[in-house]
């Protein structure tokens, strides 16, 4: 059995799809099982990481467990029901801001995520991690700005991302649950082209039929705006990491493609996927 936990969140949802496909038996952990809508065979348990007395149930009988949480969560609960629970093999959906070998990382969402790390290696359980940074799915933001006209207005337009299909994220998930071998390995996941933000925003429009373009607005006032509903501290750290990578090509790798066999999707064929998501 193969729990996914964040199963109705974007990299959950398509593991779970992912392992379906393959035959597996899925579990998915979600706080609303009534509104979960997965797919058929699923067994879908209704659990929740602040609540330990749900999570016993949710890992009975399971090997293995793709983790994906919300920054800022407290996994220890989950990690010693796991380990109680003989879960055999834990893979992490990490940050790529996580720097290697650092005892203090530069920001709190490195920390946050290098901490999560540390707890499950000292679990005992065959850990591997997928540290994945800027997403494609971080242009989904833009959806609400195209409904009112074809201007994208952003900070830092020129900075460049490898941004990462969803789906090949999943299937990387997938086959290292499945087929294991990847004991004790932390993953760079990248797309395979480095494109600025700008850059994404024309292949978006051409995806969408719409003339597209970009605006690039001062950083400061957003962050300031931005921090008045979500972790200042957050928000501050982000920020910082799209500022350093302005005027720089993104570091892509193959890392999708040696786990998959096949080459990462390209931004363009993620834009595709999601028109629908613009309108399109």
């Known amino acids: 059995m193969y729990l996914v936990i964040g199963a109705t969140a974007h990299f959950g949802r398509q593991a779970v799809e992912e392992l379906v496909a393959a035959g597996a038996p899925v579990r998915a952990l979600t706080r609303t099982p009534e509104r979960a809508a997965l797919p058929e065979g699923v067994d879908v348990v209704q659990a929740d990481l602040t609540r330990p007395e749900t999570l016993p149930a949710a890992l009975a009988g399971v090997e293995a467990v793709f983790l ?44 946050y995520h290098r901490d999560v790390e540390r707890a499950v290696e000292a679990t005992g359980i065959e850990w591997t991690f997928l540290r994945l940074l800027f997403p494609a799915v971080n242009s989904l933001t833009f959806a609400m700005q195209l409904q009112g006209g074809d201007v994208i207005r952003a900070p830092y337009t020129e900075a460049a991302f490898s941004a990462v299909h969803e789906r090949d994220v999943a299937e990387v998930a997938a086959r290292i649950l499945i087929d294991g071998g990847h004991a004790g390995l932390a993953y760079d996941l990248t797309g395979p082209e480095s494109l600025t933000q700008a850059q994404q925003v024309r292949v978006l429009g051409e995806a969408l039929g719409r003339p597209l373009t970009v605006e690039d607005l001062d950083p400061a006032p957003v962050l300031e705006q931005m921090s008045q509903f979500m972790d200042a501290e957050f928000l501050a750290a982000l920020f910082a990491l799209m500022a350093q990578a302005v005027g720089k090509p993104a570091p892509v790798n193959d890392v999708v493609e040696q786990i998959t066999g096949h080459p990462a999707r390209t931004y363009a064929r993620w834009a595709a996927d999601h028109r629908a998501d613009f309108g399109g």
């Open 68 to 111: 994906v949480v919300q920054y800022g969560m407290d996994v220890a609960p989950l990690l010693a029901a796991a380990s109680r629970a003989g879960v055999r093999r834990l893979v992490f959906l990490s940050s790529g801001a996580v720097v290697p070998g650092a005892d203090r990382q530069p920001d709190v969402i490195a920390q």
